[in-house]
């Protein structure tokens, strides 16, 4: 580790736009791993997946706001504008990020969402890998495109100054949202189809069109969506790297960001990963299913998380590797800046307002 990229990254307000921590996990041992990661601010999810029930949502952030009660306001802040989390970052605090990966918990009122961005919700994807009343996600047998209800919700995520995501959604959809939008959105942890033929990864055009919009597409280091050729344990960061690079050369470097969707401390259990599939088929891949099967016939009680991710970065304290690699790979000071947090800042600005 490099000197320049140390002191590059300290500087910088580095921003993870998917962290998969989970509440049970947030606590003063993840601090340490984000502050020695020298992370400065992180969107968790709210509620975990897709659901349809208002009530789990609100017990969910009740949750939160009692894990981030013990560690604030000198460990974490919940921030609710840029100001807010420069501010963090200057006094040595993490910021967090509420969001949500689905808005299948509105029902089909649209009024509460009001009252979830008062509480403190600051982006939201419509969908979640399969169809809700607002459009189709990108798990779906055939994408329908946004629904009446689904132009209503853009429209009033416009209203509310609130960050549309479209990582977990269907290709049409996502580009009808595109379309309707008045604001920037983002694919805060997505990967070009181009260079790993996932499910989950977005095509040449969604990438052009968010660009277009004035978004950012946070890559992610998930090794099912970094490679559809090699297992994890096969993969480095020069791996992760050639997405950044594809993203950049594609659109430009103002729209490249971070969405590590790394959970460090999470596990899995033989039942947890088979209702998994069950409900979500199609979104593993088969270098992370032989990596679980083996789990599952070892009878191991847990898989760690990281066993499926990337041997050099298996923890939020490792970020730095990724600081290193993009000034190895060319990036100016003032670019890997951009892409650690700053393309991400300048979008949150633009959409929450001062």
């Known amino acids: 580790m490099s000197k320049l990229a140390l002191k590059l990254h300290d500087e910088a307000v580095v921003v993870d736009c998917l962290n998969a921590c989970y509440p049970k996990e947030f606590d003063e041992e993840y601090w340490r791993s984000l502050k020695a990661g020298g992370v400065g601010a992180i969107k968790v999810t709210i ?4 659901c349809l ?27 609710r504008t840029v100001q807010e989390l420069r501010k963090a970052k200057q006094e040595g605090a993490i910021a967090v990020i509420l969001g949500s990966q689905g808005a299948g918990f509105l029902g089909l009122d649209l009024s509460s969402l009001d009252f979830f961005q008062r509480l403190g919700m600051r982006t939201m994807q419509p ?43 269907g290709y049409k ?12 959105v983002v694919f805060d942890h997505s990967n070009p189809k181009a260079l790993c033929n996932h499910v989950r990864n977005i095509a040449d055009e969604q990438i052009q069109t968010c660009a277009e919009k004035g978004g950012v597409i946070g890559l992610t280091p998930l090794s099912m969506f970094v490679s ?5 344990d096969q993969l480095g960061v020069s791996d992760y790297i050639k997405h950044i ?11 490249v960001g971070i969405g ?32 679980e099967d083996e789990f599952i016939k070892s009878g191991r ?16 304290s490792k970020m730095p590797v990724i600081t290193d690699a993009l000034l190895g790979a060319g990036y100016s000071e003032q670019n890997v800046k951009k892409i650690l947090g700053a393309n991400f800042l300048r979008v949150f600005e633009k959409v929450w307002g001062n």
């Open 260 to 291: 590590l969707d790394l959970a460090e401390r999470h596990y899995r259990t033989a039942d947890m990963i088979l209702e998994e599939r069950r409900m979500l088929p199609g979104i593993t891949s088969k270098f992370v299913e032989e990596v």
């Open 47 to 50: 509620p975990d997946v897709e």
């Open 245 to 255: 690079d594809y993203v950049a050369d594609l659109v430009g470097v103002d729209h």
């Open 301 to 316: 009680e847990k898989l760690s998380f990281g066993e499926l991710y990337m041997p050099w970065l298996t923890s939020m």
């Open 173 to 184: 959809t996502s580009m009808e949202v595109m379309e309707i939008s008045k604001h920037s």
């Open 228 to 232: 559809d050729s090699k297992r994890s």
């Open 127 to 169: 969908t979640y890998q399969r169809r809700n009343q607002f459009g189709s996600g990108c798990g779906e047998r055939n994408d329908d495109g946004l629904s009446r209800l689904g132009v209503d919700w853009v429209e009033s995520m416009n209203k509310l100054g609130m960050v549309i995501s479209l990582s977990h959604v």
């Open 53 to 79: 029930s208002v009530s789990q949502v609100v017990s969910e952030l009740a949750g939160w706001f009692h894990r981030l009660r013990s560690l604030e306001p000198s460990k974490m802040r919940l921030v």
